[in-house]
C-alpha cells in the first residue's frame, strides 16, 4: 500500500510570511507603477500649459498719459493744502499700498510695479519712486522729468523708470 504524502502543516509563521509577501506584491503593483503614469500626465499638463502660455502684452492705451497725471497731482496738491498736511500722510501711505492717491483715486488711476501690475510696496516707492526719483532727479533737471510722459511710449516719467513701475488705468488692473 503506498503512503500518502502528507503537506506539512503549515505554521503561523509560514502564513505571515506568505501573507506579507502578497501584501508587498500589491502595493509594488499598485503604486509603483502608477507614479510614472501619473509624472506622464503631469508632465503632459505642463506642456499643455507651456503651450498656452503667452506673453504678457500690454493692452492698447492702459498707460496714463501726461495730463491725466498733472491733474491727479493738482488734486493731491489741494487735497494737502486743505487738509494742513494730513493728506500728504494719507497719499504716502496709500501710494505704495494700494497704488493710489487721492487725486489718481478719483481719477481711476493707479501705479503699479511694471513686472507684477500690483502697487509697488513701500521701499521701492517711497525711495527709488518719490525720493531718488521725484524729489531728486525729475526736479534737478530743470523738470524735464516730470514732463516726459508725454513722449515717452509707455507714458513713464524719469521717477517711474527708476522705480520699474508705469501708471495704468484701474480697469486695466482687474
Known amino acids: 500500500m503506498a503512503t500518502k504524502k502528507k503537506k506539512p502543516e503549515k505554521t503561523d509563521e509560514i502564513v505571515k510570511k ?29 506642456e499643455e500649459i507651456e503651450e498656452t502660455t503667452v506673453e504678457y ?56 510695479s511694471e513686472k507684477t501690475m500690483r502697487p509697488s510696496g513701500i521701499i521701492n516707492n517711497w525711495i527709488m519712486r518719490s525720493l531718488i526719483g521725484k524729489c531728486i532727479l525729475d526736479t534737478l533737471v530743470l523738470g524735464i522729468g516730470w514732463i516726459w510722459p508725454a513722449f515717452d511710449s509707455k507714458k513713464q516719467a524719469w521717477h517711474d523708470k527708476i522705480a520699474g513701475t508705469i501708471v495704468v488705468y484701474k480697469r486695466f488692473m482687474d
Open 18 to 46: 506568505q501573507f506579507k509577501r502578497k501584501v508587498k506584491r500589491r502595493i509594488i503593483e499598485e503604486y509603483v507603477e502608477e507614479p510614472d503614469e501619473e509624472f506622464e500626465v503631469v508632465k503632459n499638463q505642463k
Open 57 to 112: 502684452e500690454p493692452k492698447r492705451n492702459m498707460y496714463v498719459g501726461f495730463w491725466r497725471r498733472f491733474f491727479a497731482q493738482c488734486i493731491d496738491a489741494v487735497f494737502v493744502s486743505i487738509t494742513f498736511g494730513i493728506g500728504m500722510i494719507v497719499n504716502l501711505i496709500t501710494e505704495p499700498l494700494y497704488g493710489w492717491t487721492v487725486g489718481k483715486y478719483l481719477l481711476g488711476i493707479r501705479v503699479v
